[in-house]
């Protein structure tokens, strides 16, 4: 696990007041501490820590997961950077939470998958090369791509099918994760591959971390029996317990 940065958690706090017009003093006061306290914890020779419930209640007031606030740089971070990774967080709690029904599958056989005229296959991670189906990385189209491991659809809505899968470049060391919507026109038939974002085979991105997390996050839930809300309830009465929301925060912060 990474460790806890607390410069890197200041400057995310003050970025985001800046962002949000919001006051250090108001943040302090939320937080129950002394005004001045997050401009002294700034300065490099302070010693002082960010207790659990100061970053708690920050995070609170700017609107923000914990997670976000302590794991990335974001002020280096592009809108569209920071919109994905609200996405995929929102998906992560969602999937913990048993709100999302995810559908597992295992690595295509290559030989079952059947190559067409335009160059597409009868699956659509895969493209095909002179009647030779092959994994198409949309994010790394150079590199020799296989699956590494069992992919993951759930589909959003009508339209629109998230896919989330492990890879192997050959030319590079250890395993990638690339995430999709697959989007269709039940009127036309068409469909894409729209790539949201991936991690990569030659350098750390932003995404790393995130996308591993939610790859093992949804390959738990796939492990997991599915209960109803209402099945679980009928459970919990029975065994004496408090009717259940289904809330998976055990009050930890990721460091």
Known sequence: MEAFDKKRCLDNIYFLAKQKSIKIGDLEAAANVSAGYLSRANKEDNTSKLTIDLIAAIAQTLEISIDRLVSYDLSGLSPNERRIIAFVEKLIRDTADGAVDWEKKEP???????????????DCLYLCKNQEPYYHSYFF?????????????????????????????????????????????????????????????????????????????VADSCRNVKLSPLVRNIINRYMGDQPDNHSNDDGELPF
């Open 108 to 122: 295509a056989a290559v030989g079952s998958i059947e190559c067409y005229g335009d160059g597409t296959t009868s």
């Open 141 to 217: 189209p150079g590199h020799l791509t296989r699956q590494s491991g069992e992919s993951y659809t759930y589909d959003m809505d009508e339209g629109t099918r998230i896919i989330l899968t492990k890879v192997h470049h050959d030319d590079a060391q250890g395993d990638d994760f690339e995430l999709y919507f697959l989007i269709w026109d039940d009127y036309s038939h068409n469909s894409s591959m729209e790539p949201v974002c991936g991690t990569s085979p030659t350098k750390e991105t932003s995404f790393d971390a995130l996308l591993k997390h939610f790859y093992d996050t």
